[in-house]
C-alpha cells in the first residue's frame, strides 16, 4: 500500500528543526548549519516574505521527506507590474526518492497558479520534473566567460599534458588582451562608476524606467537588491554603479568566488542598464574586469539574454559555455508572448535570477 504524505505549508516556528534535521541528513552538518544563516535571510529580512508560504515540505509524521522553497518577486512585463514567484530548492530524502515525492511538490506548487517565471539554471532531473507537471520550456541559454588567469584556469580543468599547455599559450594572449581592453574603456569612461556599500533607493525610479523597455524582467528595487546583494552572510558582492550628466545610467554586480568554492571564478549576478545600451553596459562590464584581475580571480562568467550585449562581450574576450543553462516558465498565458519563449531578446534574464546565486557558500 503506498503511502500519501502531505505537501504542507513550511511554518518556521513549527518546522524549521525538522527542516534542520532533513538538511543534515541530506546534505550534511556543515552545509545545514550554513544554509540555515541563508534561509534566515529569506523569513527575517527579504522583500516580499509576507506573500507566504515561502516553502512547502512533505511531511512524513514530524519528518521532512521534501522540500521545495519559492521566491516571491515582482515581474515588469510590457511595462505593468506582475507579482510572480520563482520555484527554487527542490531537494528530496533519499530514502524516499523514486516514489515520485519531486513530481508531487512541484505540482503543487504549479496548481496554486499565478506566474511562475522559474525554474531557472535548473539541473536536468529538476528540469524534467518541472516540464512533466506542467511548465513549459524556454530556449535554453549559455554564460559567457573571461579567462583572466590562464595557468589558474587550465588547471582547474585537469586537461592533459599537451592540451594544458596549448590551451595555456592561447589563454594567456587572449587574456592579456581582454584585460588591457578593459582597462582601455575605464580609462575612457571610468569616472562615471562609481563602487557602492549600497543601492540607493533615491533611484529606484530609474531603474523601473530602464526595466520598462524590456519585454520582461524582474523589478530591481533597493529593497530587494540591498537584502540579495549587501546582507548575504557568506557572499561578498561588490556593487557598481554607472551615472551620466547626474543620473543612474546603469548597475551591475560582481562577486569573487568564497574560500573553498569547487570552481573559483568570478560571477556577475545581476546588472542593468537601458536596453540598447551598450556603451554603459561595456563600461560596467570592463570595471567588473578590471576589480576582478586585480582580485586575482581565474575567471569571470555573466549570462545575459540580449544579443547585442553578446556580442559586446565577445569583442572583450568573453567565450560562450558550452553548457546550456535551461529553464522554465508556468502561467504565462495571457501575460507573455508565446515567441517570447523562444526570443531572449525580449527578455533581461540574469544569473542571479531565482536563488541563481544565492546558495553559493553555503553548500
Not at 40 to 64: A, K, N, Q, T, Y
Not at 104 to 119: D, E, Y
Not at 187 to 200: C, H, I, L, N, Y
Not at 270 to 290: E, I, Q, S
Amino acid at each position: 500500500m503506498t503511502r500519501t504524505i502531505p505537501v504542507v505549508d513550511y511554518d518556521r516556528a513549527a518546522h524549521e528543526p525538522a527542516l534542520y534535521a532533513f538538511t543534515a541528513k541530506v546534505l550534511g552538518k556543515e552545509v545545514a548549519d550554513r544554509r540555515a544563516r541563508v534561509l534566515s535571510s529569506f523569513h527575517e529580512r527579504m522583500p516580499g516574505r509576507e506573500r507566504g508560504p515561502l516553502r512547502h515540505i512533505l511531511l512524513d509524521g514530524d519528518r521532512v521527506a521534501g522540500t521545495l522553497g519559492y521566491l516571491p518577486v515582482d515581474f515588469l512585463v510590457n511595462g505593468v507590474r506582475v507579482p510572480s514567484r520563482f520555484t527554487h530548492d527542490l531537494l528530496i530524502d533519499p530514502e524516499y526518492r523514486g516514489g515520485g515525492l519531486a513530481k508531487l511538490i512541484v505540482a503543487h506548487q504549479r496548481s496554486l497558479g499565478g506566474f511562475l517565471p522559474g525554474g531557472m539554471w535548473m539541473t536536468d532531473p529538476c528540469w524534467k520534473i518541472h516540464l512533466a507537471c506542467g511548465f513549459d520550456d524556454v530556449a535554453p541559454l549559455g554564460t559567457q566567460t573571461l579567462v583572466l588567469d590562464a595557468g589558474a584556469f587550465v588547471r582547474q580543468r585537469k586537461l592533459p599534458a599537451l592540451k594544458a599547455l596549448a590551451a595555456r599559450v592561447g589563454l594567456t594572449a587572449a587574456a592579456m588582451r581582454a584585460k588591457n581592453g578593459a582597462a582601455a574603456i575605464v580609462r575612457r569612461g571610468g569616472s562615471d562608476v562609481t563602487a557602492v556599500e549600497r543601492f540607493d533607493p533615491a533611484h529606484d525610479a530609474a531603474w523601473l524606467a530602464m526595466a520598462s523597455g524590456y519585454g520582461a524582467t524582474r523589478v530591481r528595487d533597493a529593497a530587494f537588491l540591498n537584502w540579495k546583494y549587501t546582507q548575504h552572510p557568506f557572499l561578498d558582492y561588490r556593487r557598481l554603479v554607472a551615472m551620466r550628466d547626474g543620473k543612474p545610467a546603469g548597475f551591475l554586480v560582481w562577486r569573487p568566488a568564497p574560500a573553498g568554492a569547487s570552481e573559483p571564478r568570478a560571477v556577475i549576478p545581476d546588472y542593468l542598464v537601458a536596453k540598447g545600451d551598450m556603451a554603459t553596459f561595456r563600461l560596467l562590464v570592463a570595471r567588473a574586469v578590471v576589480d576582478a584581475a586585480a582580485a586575482r580571480v581565474p575567471s569571470l562568467a555573466i549570462l545575459t539574454t540580449q544579443s547585442a550585449a553578446r556580442e559586446s562581450l565577445r569583442t572583450m574576450g568573453f567565450l560562450n559555455s558550452r553548457t546550456p543553462n535551461t529553464w522554465v516558465v508556468a502561467g504565462w498565458q495571457g501575460i507573455l508572448q508565446p515567441e517570447w519563449l523562444k526570443d531572449h531578446d525580449a527578455w533581461h534574464a540574469v544569473l542571479g535570477d531565482s536563488d541563481g546565486d544565492i546558495w553559493v557558500g553555503s553548500m
